[in-house]
């Protein structure tokens, strides 16, 4: 691929903007929540503005790996982000630190248990579907963003 190719998804889309705040509560799986949070929903083009609490554990890819490394807390979540629409499970990665303040973080793999709370808004555009399709020069399925037709 052309590193100077400017990949015609950053072309803007304008939308009316919904959000969506909500609290996970001890014991809770983050990630399953809020898929299925946006899944009920029929949310189109959900995705992560801002995530606080903490978690007791946490399953993360690390970058550029095929393994996926299991971390027992408690952790702060310092930092989510990413899609919740396109795909089986959206596209999530996460920061944590633990009790020395070391910062961890990864793709999402699940197993995010909440240990005092999550707060989350949760952002949706209306009229824009995001969907997910191979990319052979990444060998991963890569966010499509589209607009949506409406009648």
């Known amino acids: 691929m052309d590193p100077t190719h400017c990949d015609n998804q950053a ?6 903007l919904q959000c969506y ?3 996970l509560k001890p014991g809770q799986e983050l990630k399953s929540h809020l898929v299925e949070f946006v899944q009920e929903r029929s949310l189109t083009s959900a995705f992560v503005l801002t995530c606080v ?10 970058a550029n790996a095929d393994y996926i490394k299991v971390f027992d ?10 899609t919740l629409s396109g795909g089986k499970s959206g ?4 920061s944590l ?15 995010l248990f909440i240990h005092s709370t999550a707060e989350i808004v949760i952002g949706s555009c209306s009229g ?13 399925d890569e966010l499509v963003v589209s607009k949506t037709v409406t009648s």
């Open 53 to 62: 609490g903490s978690v007791t554990k946490a399953r993360l890819r690390m």
């Open 91 to 94: 596209h999530l990665h996460i």
């Open 73 to 82: 807390g408690p952790f702060e979540i310092v930092s989510l982000v990413g």
């Open 21 to 23: 705040a909500l609290r």
């Open 97 to 111: 630190s633990d009790k020395d303040g070391h910062v961890i973080g990864g793709h999402v793999m699940g197993d």
């Open 11 to 16: 072309t803007p889309i304008s939308c009316n």
């Open 128 to 140: 824009v579907r995001f969907t997910r399709e191979f990319d052979p020069d990444t060998d991963y």
